[in-house]
């Protein structure tokens, strides 16, 4: 009943902060805005700053909320000491990688080893400013959002093969091959989804893709519902495998790989592959929300209310499949990609494009 009632607070109080931040007249700042327009360099440095720090929010949010509901699924608490209900556990957590030594083995490749990290999260910073969180809540709205953040996404594989080859170590290396063939080739199914969707609307504008949602969600219009309503449960499994969430942890099995391709990692470097990790959970379960369920569109309340809600309810949903499904073998996972999802995929899209020629 306690973490109940504190994920309701908490659920609360950000529907009550985003109410307001949505409500706030913040035509004082036109001035500011017309600055930082103006200078096309300070404009996309401001833009970075904002969603890299919304990310790292995020971040703090989303592993107090894992913690908590594979609490509820296994019939325990979850963090309870630090703060009220354990709000501020990652709080401490945060603290406690900051503080932490950074350590290099001796006999790693350095300047991969540094560099890797970065090139994993920086991805999903781009990826962030062309999700809209509302129709006039987004960092950049791009003609070709949507094949933008599938290429920004893929960036991200260079880093890990790069922290598992850099560390000099046979599980990490064996880690970041698995996990970057794991990644390009549930990416593939994910692609051709997310084309289908591009090709029944129209267009590769994700805020455009949302408005033409305004009187029906994708995955619930008439004859649209046969396409994409498998093409979400494709897309949910296809995100699973990208995030190395179980069924499709492979690449960090502990009992196999140590830690997989961040074994010999610590500190800040290492929370850098968390909090991507945990980001490009948000945005894939945002980006499903964009593309099948009208993205932040609803009644009464504000359009970026209804859009986290939405994508906190996607991320709930994967939640619960990795606290409920037991890991594959990896000859299982990537025959499942090759033999039914790519199959399955191709033959909605075609579905789809004759739907959008008709």
């Keep these: 009943m306690g973490q109940f009632v504190a994920g309701v607070v908490v659920v609360l109080a950000l529907i009550g902060v985003a109410s307001i931040l949505a409500h706030i007249p913040w035509g004082f700042l036109s001035p500011v805005v017309a600055l930082i327009g103006g200078v096309p360099l300070l404009n996309a440095f401001v833009k970075a700053f904002f969603v890299a720090n919304f990310a790292a929010l995020i971040v703090l949010f989303l592993v ?113 091959v698995r996990a970057v063939a794991q990644l390009l080739s549930y990416e593939i199914p994910m692609v051709i989804v997310v084309l289908t969707v591009v090709a029944l609307a129209g267009t590769m504008s994700l805020v455009e893709i949302v408005q033409l949602q305004a009187g029906l969600w994708n995955i619930v219009r008439w004859p649209h519902l046969v396409v994409l309503i498998p093409g979400f449960v494709i897309y949910l499994v296809c995100a699973l495998a990208e995030l190395n969430r179980a069924p499709f942890d492979l690449p960090e099995a502990e009992s196999e790989l140590v830690s997989g391709f961040h074994t010999e990692y610590s500190g800040m470097r290492f929370s850098f592959f968390f909090l991507a990790e945990f980001a490009n959970n948000f945005f894939s379960a945002g980006l499903a929300v964009v593309l099948f369920f009208g993205g932040s569109l609803g009644p009464w309340l504000p359009g970026p209310v209804w859009f986290t809600l939405k994508t906190v309810a996607v991320i709930l949903l994967m939640m619960w499949i990795r606290w409920t499904v037991p890991r594959l073998r990896i000859d299982q996972m990537m025959g499942f990609c090759w033999k039914v999802l790519v199959p399955a995929s191709l033959a909605l899209f075609c579905i789809g494009a004759i739907l959008a020629v008709l």
Excluded: C
Aim: proline share 6%; hydrophobic share 55%.
């Design 64 to 176: 107090w909320l894992e913690r908590k509901f594979a609490g509820w699924m296994q019939a325990r608490l979850g963090p309870m000491h630090v703060g009220w209900k354990g709000l501020a556990q990652t709080v401490a957590d945060a603290v406690k990688l900051l503080v932490k030594e950074d350590i290099i083995p001796s006999r790693a490749d350095r300047p991969l080893f540094v560099l890797a990290p970065y090139l994993v999260f920086v991805p999903t910073v781009l990826a962030f400013l062309a999700l809209p969180f509302s129709l006039t809540w987004v960092g950049y709205d791009l003609p070709l959002a949507a094949l933008y953040v599938i290429a920004v996404g893929s960036v991200a594989s260079l880093g890990i093969l790069a922290a598992g080859w850099g560390a000099n170590n046979k599980y990490s290396l064996l880690g970041g």
